[in-house]
């Protein structure tokens, strides 16, 4: 079965924000990707694949780090949620990207662009409305605790960024045992 992708025009949106990051155009990635099939297996609602190409695709913005990360806030342009980023580093060249896909409601062989992103993946941000247990909220938070986006003044809502961590309230009633030590600075 052929699948097709569609690219709306919230998607496009979307991706001006992770449109530096490819060293060609996310979109001609994803054409070549879905012309050669490999959207073709899915059935799920909601896909996330993770790709890895032959060559360097493009610089992933997502770093671990450290205690003494320099960690600030913001919100991304076009985005509602805070981000956590480390200032003062560098991305590295990555041949992985990851494409996150839904099911269109009118065709079961049309998905949806939701994201595409140099890089292994990450989980969902926190504050992220989709998150719909408390084994997704605390792998979130976990995840989050010690990665970062890499601080890019250019796709950032320079108002909003913060060095104190917007969504500690999320922590409240987790049980404190599955935390390693999370620190909300």
Known sequence: MTNKIIISTRSKIHMEVHQNDFFINWQEILK???????FNHLSKQSEKLI??????IG?????NTEENSEIVYAKRKERNLYTRFV???????THSFVVVLNKTRNNNNQYLLVTM??????YKEPEDPTISTKRE????LLFWEDHAL???ESTIEYSTITPFCPYKDL???LPMNSFRGLKLN
């Not at 200032?87 to 060249?93: A, E, F, T």
């Not at 909220?137 to 979130?140: F, G, M, R």
């Open 32 to 38: 070549i990707y879905e012309e050669e099939g490999y």
């Open 51 to 56: 790709i890895t190409a032959p060559e360097p």
């Open 59 to 63: 610089i992933t913005s997502l770093i």
């Open 87 to 93: 200032k003062n580093r560098k991305g590295s060249i």
């Open 117 to 122: 992103f140099p890089g292994n993946g990450a």
């Open 137 to 140: 909220l605390i792998e979130s």
């Open 150 to 152: 890499v601080f890019d």
């Open 171 to 173: 922590y409240n009633g």
